[in-house]
């Protein structure tokens, strides 16, 4: 069994910000820690965008101060609030390769699964995935038609209900994502952030599992919203700060939505749970 832990909008800022700097820290670190005492321990952790907050070079600085701390591998993915060429002045590496056109999308093979990270920055809040982007992904998945794939971005293609986040099904980044992906019967899953809270859904055929966020997640709120005329609703909560696991067993990949933080076990393994023959 083989498992990669995948934290997602952590908003890392400076003192620029001193609320959300020690709070989004906080929650941050907390996370950490949940995912460095998880057994077995996650061969890697990838970072799945929102990395900070306003995507200034300054943050980036203090986001590889906090990750610097950890003893599992990270990669990253960029999302809205990321900036593109702040974030390549500050990380190099295996965890954050850019393809021939200067976009971070890479493939990394752990063996039993393979972990495919695309690039969907672009503009303030909804992604985008363009011609260069959709070959990219597309020879990339030919590569390995038969393995066990993992799709990782920051922008789920498919609504979640809170309409104030939902991207339009018909923007042409997700028609021409589809595309690519559709038929491709080695992704098992796809793995987003951006909504702040756990949701599920098809996409293509496949699976999108997306993560909560470490920091402050989106206010569960179905109800119709209209985008121009504010009506005092809670849009943000500090409910627990949260990530996603990624379990390989057997050829078939599995995910676990998990809470961070210190709980009291309520039932210890005591007595055998099968009685020997």
């Known amino acids: ?30 996370t950490m820690k949940t995912i460095h005492a998880l057994r077995p321990r996650p061969v890697a952790i990838i ?7 306003r995507g200034e070079i300054e ?6 101060r906090l ?31 850019t393809d021939e056109n200067g976009f971070v999308q ?21 992604g985008e995935y363009d011609e260069k ?25 498919i609504p979640s209900g809170i309409r104030w986040m939902d991207p339009d099904p018909k923007s042409p980044w997700i028609v021409r994502l589809e595309g690519v992906l559709r038929g491709r019967d080695q992704i098992q899953v796809m793995m987003c952030g951006h909504i702040h809270r756990a949701f599920n859904g098809l996409f293509a055929g496949h699976m999108v599992a ?8 989106l206010t569960l709120d179905l109800t119709e919203v209209d985008m121009h005329v504010p009506d005092g609703r809670e849009i943000l909560v500090e409910e627990p700060p949260g990530f996603q ?10 995910t676990h939505c998990c809470l961070a933080g210190d709980f009291t076990p309520a039932v210890t393994y005591n007595f055998p749970f099968r009685k020997l023959a």
């Open 1 to 30: 069994m083989l498992t990669v832990a995948q934290i997602t909008d952590l908003h890392v800022t400076t003192e620029k910000d001193p609320l959300n700097q020690k709070r989004n820290e906080d929650r941050l670190r907390q």
């Open 47 to 53: 970072a799945s965008g929102d990395l900070v907050d």
């Open 59 to 64: 943050e980036y600085y203090e986001l590889k």
């Open 67 to 97: 990750m610097d701390e950890s003893e599992i591998p990270i990669y990253y993915a960029l999302g809205n609030h990321d900036g593109r060429e702040a974030f390549l002045q500050v990380f190099s590496g295996p965890g954050a390769q």
């Open 106 to 126: 890479y493939a990394v093979d752990f063996g039993a699964f393979r972990m495919v990270v695309m690039d969907t920055l672009e503009g303030p809040n909804h």
């Open 133 to 157: 982007r959709a070959a990219w992904l597309a020879r990339t998945l030919d590569e390995a038609p038969d393995q066990p794939t993992a799709i990782i971005l920051h922008h789920p293609p």
């Open 210 to 217: 997306s993560a909560p966020a470490t920091s402050i997640q």
């Open 245 to 254: 696991l990624l379990m390989a067993h057997d050829g078939h990949l599995t």
